[in-house]
């Protein structure tokens, strides 16, 4: 049972160039999330979807666009990487909102040189 | 503005010690909380709370929610190395998580 899958793991990008991060559940669940975290700053949201063919800025959306591709997919992508998006970002799920557990993805390192 | 902030952001103990964690909040539309525990890589989760008052346990730790105050306490017993973590709390509102800064705590043996 893989539940919410990340790729890639790792990525250096240089200043400027673009890339998606893909995230795929197979838990049939609703929503989803992307969040990164930063030393002392907990998990601060991007954007989510509450369901398919919706999705919504949360705390720190600059920068930064999401596309539900189905139910199961998320992708997030930065178009233009500046440093300021060095971090490690997460994929999350839950079954309907937030109403039970989130369930999250190994994460994705990203460093913009 | 909805916060949720965390103390301490670090605390070392040795094995055998009690720690107590702590998480208040400031949100509107308030739904539950929840306890996450993440060690290398993606958070696991610990507990969530919804009405005050009630523990909720799970072998050496425990969690309470105050909605009068505003705050929920993470208590861990007996630590263990393998407790070493960053403990994060996170409020639902809205349809999401806001997390707050973390605790990281290790545990020395």
């Known amino acids: 049972n893989a539940g919410v899958t990340q790729t890639p793991k790792f990525q250096v990008l240089k200043t400027g160039q673009s890339m998606t991060l893909q995230c795929a559940q197979d838990?049939?669940?609703?929503?989803m999330y992307w969040y990164r975290q930063d030393p002392g700053m907990g998990l601060r949201l991007i954007y989510y979807s509450a369901s398919e063919g919706t999705t919504d800025k949360g705390e720190v959306p600059n920068g930064y666009n999401v596309s539900r591709l189905n139910k199961r997919e998320f992708s997030l992508r930065l178009e233009s990487a500046a440093p300021s998006q060095t971090s490690v970002y997460f994929c999350?799920?839950?079954?309907?909102?937030?109403?039970?557990?989130?369930?999250f993805g190994q994460g994705t390192r990203l460093t913009v040189v | 503005e909805d916060k949720v902030v965390q103390s301490p952001l670090s605390l070392v103990v040795h094995e055998g010690d009690t720690v107590t964690l702590n998480c208040s909040y400031e949100v509107t539309n308030f739904r539950s909380l929840l306890w996450y525990k993440q060690e290398k890589k993606a958070p696991t989760f610990l507990f969530m709370l919804t009405s005050s008052g009630i523990e909720k346990k799970s072998g050496r730790l425990s969690s309470i929610l105050d909605k009068k105050e505003l705050f929920s306490i993470l208590n861990i017993t007996a630590t263990q190395t393998g407790d070493s973590a960053i403990y994060l709390c996170?409020?639902?509102?809205?349809?999401?998580?806001?997390f707050g800064q973390g605790t990281e705590l290790s545990v020395k043996p």
């Open positions: 999350a799920s839950s079954p309907r909102g937030m109403n039970t557990e989130a369930f």
């Open positions: 838990m049939n669940h609703n929503s």
């Open positions: 996170a409020v639902v509102q809205g349809g999401k998580l806001i």
